[in-house]
């Protein structure tokens, strides 16, 4: 039942060209006389469910054996699976990388270590858009293995001191993470948890040997977004709303500069751009409606998780667009906006 329940939840979130890329691509790889999973794959669609007794008295009908539903509907989702990764290899710098990452291992194991390399290279370029530590260290990690074989053991002692570098960078960025995550749990506990004992934990977390030995840009995007988030959170456990906008707007800035980690990471981009409206909606100043547009007009760069954004950006910003007109005295126009 598990596999039935996650194969229906898989098609109901395809799009329209995600379906007709399944079609195009199940005729590519040609199954012959197995097109049964076309007609599972459209019964299931055309109805939002899995009848299995729809499903076997359709199979019936052209022939096809009703012996084993289950499995069917468990290939199926692998068949739909193999046409979404076909279909989005392009779309993201993670998907690009990963896909070289593919091809990297099927060259080395093929003993083209040359071939190996310049692809390696390749995708390295490709990962410094994102400045992805984890993809890094694994291609670094494959470049360490084909210079050795290439070039010898001094060639891969070379490529192992840069593993060094990254896997210390990945270790502060862990240790920032569990910091960001520590903070906005505290932020979180206002009302619920003594004022002392909140700002005792908060503290503690700015005094943290981590956060005072940290160098902003020797790291990743996502390492100095969680550092600027840290500060953001203390200033408004400290309810210095003044200097917690300064944050969220460097947080966001850095976001800004990097268009590739902005539209693939768009619910963070989202989080933190609601907290700056949340500050400007209990004002006057009319820079929140500039803020407002700024967040609604984000959508137009997103492909994926472009659903579940704009649901997010158009609840909040009408929410805050409303708090604002209350706040400013403006009964009329938040009559209007609540209609």
């Known amino acids: 039942m598990e596999i039935q329940k996650n194969t229906l939840n898989l098609i109901s979130s395809m799009t329209m060209n995600e379906k007709r890329h399944f079609k195009i691509f199940f005729q590519k790889i040609n199954f012959g006389s197995q097109n049964k999973y076309l007609i599972i794959f459209d019964l299931i669609n055309k109805y939002g469910k899995i009848d299995e007794v729809l499903i076997k008295e359709q199979l019936n009908d ?9 499995y069917d509907i468990n290939y199926l989702n692998k068949l739909i699976l193999r046409a979404l990764n076909d279909f989005h290899s ?13 091809s990297i291992e099927i060259l080395f194991y093929k003993g083209l270590y ?55 960078k ?12 520590k903070s906005y749990l505290i932020k979180n506990s206002i009302g619920k948890t003594s004022n002392k004992k909140i700002n005792t934990q908060i503290i503690e977390i700015i005094d943290n040997e981590t956060i005072k030995n940290f160098k902003i840009e020797n790291n990743s995007i996502q390492t100095q977004i969680f550092y600027k988030l840290i500060f953001a959170n203390y200033y408004h ?8 906008l300064l944050l969220l707007e460097q947080a966001s800035e850095i976001t800004n500069n990097n268009n590739y980690y902005k539209k693939e990471n768009p619910l963070d981009y989202i ?19 500039d803020k407002i547009n700024e967040l609604r007009n984000f959508e137009n760069i997103l492909d994926f998780q472009k659903e579940v954004s704009i649901e997010r950006i158009f609840i909040h910003t009408n929410q805050a667009e409303l708090d604002f007109l209350i706040f400013n005295n403006d009964i009329e126009n938040a009559k209007i906006k609540m209609n």
Do not use: H, M, P
Request: glycine content about 2%; hydrophobic content about 35%.
């Open 90 to 102: 392009e779309k993201t710098i993670s998907l690009k990388v990963k896909e070289n990452l593919k």
């Open 170 to 181: 990945l270790v502060e960025n862990r240790l920032i993470t569990d910091l960001y995550y």
């Open 237 to 244: 456990v400290t309810e210095d709303s003044t200097k917690e």
């Open 62 to 70: 052209y022939e096809y054996s009703i012996k084993n539903i289950s």
């Open 271 to 289: 989080s933190i751009f609601i907290r700056i409206i949340d500050i400007y909606k209990k004002s006057n100043n009319n820079t929140f409606y």
């Open 114 to 168: 040359n071939e190996c390399l310049k692809l390696i290279n390749k995708a390295k370029k490709i990962c410094a858009k994102n400045e992805n530590l984890s993809l890094t260290l694994e291609l670094l990690s494959w470049e360490k293995k084909c210079s050795g074989y290439s070039f010898g053991l001094q060639a891969a002692q070379e490529v192992n001191e840069k593993v060094d570098v990254y896997i210390d």
